[in-house]
């Protein structure tokens, strides 16, 4: 069983590098890469199906909404499909499909409709490559590539209540931390990955206090 778990893994990861071939950087193939290795560390102290878990984390971003034109369902349909081709079994095509579509921030605006110890592994593992330094990175590469104002102080971040409002929002970059970002620390669902999360947001913290500071003319 382990054989066919590596070979049914190693096509995955094929297929997904070449269907992100050229995508933003910031959810590019090295993005499910860290993705998938923030997977396997948290399985090192959390329970879950190994290959659940990792399919979930490989395919979850295999077609971005925000890169199509809001649609949810392109990317579980996107995954479901390709894990039939690899013969792999009804039910746990169901539970990658299912942790795939559910697992983005915006579903995190209504109340949830699934939940299983891989989903909440999964949704960890991507939750801290948005966080830290690499998640500055990303935030700005993505808001370079939306062609989006680095900060503006005469915009207010504004409060988001909806999927909708989230999706739509196109505000300054600085704006993201407060609306996304800083909120992530406490919507982990492990333990292990809360822990990761603490540096990683307390390194945002003093990015954002040494932007201000540089923006005021102060440092």
Known sequence: MQGRD????EKTIDYVKQELHGIESGHDWFHIQRVLTNTNMLLEFEKGDPL???????????????FHSGNEEIGPLK????LESMNINAESIEHVTSIIRNMSFSSSFS???FDSP??????DADRLDAIGAIGIARAFNYG?????????????????NTSEDY????????????VKLLKLKDKMNT????????????????????FYQEWSGKA
């Not at 333990?191 to 040494?210: G, N, V, Y």
């Open 118 to 123: 891989e989903y909440r592994i999964v949704q």
């Open 52 to 66: 659940v878990c990792q399919l979930a984390a490989l395919l979850h971003d295999i077609a971005d909404s925000k």
């Open 167 to 178: 999706k739509s929002n196109a505000d300054p970059t600085i704006n993201h931390f407060y």
């Open 6 to 9: 590596s070979l049914i893994l």
């Open 191 to 210: 333990k292990t990955a809360r822990s990761i999360a603490e540096k990683r947001h307390a390194f945002m913290q003093a990015f954002l206090d040494q």
């Open 79 to 82: 995954a479901k499909a390709f």
């Open 111 to 113: 109340m949830p409709t």
């Open 144 to 160: 370079g590539y939306k062609n989006r104002e680095i900060y503006n102080p005469e915009i207010q971040v504004q409060e988001i």
